[in-house]
C-alpha cells in the first residue's frame, strides 16, 4: 500500500539513479565541512532546558513543601492540579 508522498520520494529516487550507478550502487553522499556542528548546534537548547526543568523541579519543591499531601503525588499531578 503507497502512502501520501511516497511518489516523490520515487520521483527523488529515479533523478539520483545515475549517482547510485557511479558510486558502486551506494548513494554519494555529500561531504560534512564541520564535524563538530551537530554537537554545537544542540548544546545551547540542551543547556535551555536543563535550566527550565530544574526552574520546574524547584517550582515543585516550593509547591510541595508550602502543601505536604504534594509529596504523595507525581509532577506530571501536580501541574494539572495547578493548571
Request: proline share 6%; net charge neutral; hydrophobic share 35%.
Amino acid at each position: 500500500a503507497a502512502h501520501r508522498g511516497d511518489e516523490g520520494v520515487q520521483l527523488r529516487r529515479n533523478e539520483h539513479e545515475g549517482d547510485y550507478a557511479a558510486h558502486g550502487g551506494r548513494p554519494a553522499l555529500p561531504a560534512i565541512r564541520d564535524d563538530a556542528w551537530p554537537a554545537r548546534a544542540l548544546s545551547a537548547p540542551h543547556t535551555t532546558l536543563e535550566r527550565i526543568q530544574k526552574g520546574l523541579e524547584d517550582y515543585l519543591d516550593v509547591k510541595r513543601r508550602k502543601f505536604p499531601r504534594f509529596y504523595f503525588l507525581s509532577n506530571e499531578e501536580i501541574l494539572q492540579i495547578l493548571g
